[in-house]
Nanobody
């Protein structure tokens, strides 16, 4: 069982930056495919960014050029650097992980159904 704990959320003004962190409970992070999702109440969960175990990132179109996903396997930690934040980025952000992949394309890796393990979420609020 892999447990994921997110941190780093908060409130910022538009144009600001935040860095989210997600720490995995065991040293399996090197063989995990991990991702960030976000959800606004009343809307469907959205895949934001994912990273394969070889470091290949995938991003949803709306965050390309502004967000960067990375991981530190030595620290069992996943990061999401969020720059040039917009009010529409306001959401609860969740870390997700899986040890088993059927495919490695962006559509699959940014789908919530592809992941087995989930964190509790961290809130990001961007004011205009």
């Amino acid at each position: 069982q892999v447990q994921l704990v997110e941190s780093g959320g908060g409130s910022v003004q538009a144009g600001g930056s935040l860095r989210l962190s997600c720490t995995a409970s065991e040293s399996a992070s090197g063989s995990l495919c991990m991702a960030w999702f976000r959800q606004v109440p009343g809307k469907e969960r959205e895949g934001v960014a994912s990273i394969e175990d070889d470091g290949t990132p995938h991003y949803t179109e709306s965050v390309k050029g502004r967000f960067t996903i990375s991981q530190d396997n030595a620290k069992n930690t996943l990061y999401l650097q969020m720059n040039s934040l917009k009010p529409e980025d306001t959401a609860m952000y969740y870390c997700a992980a899986t040890t088993y992949l059927v495919r490695s394309d962006a559509e699959y890796l940014l789908a919530g159904s592809s992941y087995r393990y989930w964190g509790q979420g961290t809130q990001v609020t961007v004011s205009s």
